[in-house]
């Protein structure tokens, strides 16, 4: 299935086809397989992390190592099922460094960002969500083409693009992994749930 065959016709199973098939950038080249989204197709929320990690490059899923763990986590904290939702990343294939025999994350380049762009478009046309949720500072990157610090934007309910779509950012998960102290680590558990109890409230009022 071709990329143009996916912008006439798109269709789940035809934007999974192509996803396989992904060249659009050099990280498929190291990866051990493209990581699709998963999750509700129905859904009104979208979810957008970064990129898969590790544990998700050989499982093939999305948020299933720590940090998805601690995303389910605060998903279950505030009752909200994961099987109401559709989860995604704005990169589809893992970026690393090997450090011996480990396979240590890195950020994705603007450019890598910019290039899967177009699938994250094709997800969020297919589902039509009501509110996206981007995961940390590149799913913003990926959705408004910009670099912006998460203090400014967190915990409220903005606008995105021309078509003005409801949009709320919080933290990744990994983030509140990254905390040195307990502490720290409770600060952003917190934030995280507050922000995505805001979500869940706007989808129940809107």
Known sequence: ?????????????????????CTRCALYQKATQVVCGEGS???PVIFV?????DQEDLAGRPFVGPAGQVFDEVMASIGWPREEIY?????????????GERRIHQTPAPEEVDCCRYWLRQEWRLLKPRLTIAL???AVLALTGKKQTLG????KILTLGKA??????TYHPSYILRQASEEGRQR???AMQQDLTIARNFLAAS
């Open 188 to 190: 952003a558990y917190q």
């Open 164 to 169: 003005a779509a409801p949009f709320i950012v």
């Open 152 to 155: 400014s934007l967190r915990g």
């Open 41 to 43: 197709h129905t859904s």
């Open 49 to 53: 992390g970064e990129q898969p990690g």
């Open 136 to 138: 940390g500072g590149t």
């Open 87 to 99: 989860l995604t990343n704005a990169v589809k294939h893992f970026k690393f460094w090997l450090k």
């Open 1 to 21: 299935m071709s990329e143009a065959a996916v912008k006439k016709a798109p269709s789940w199973e035809d934007l999974t086809e192509a996803l396989h098939h």
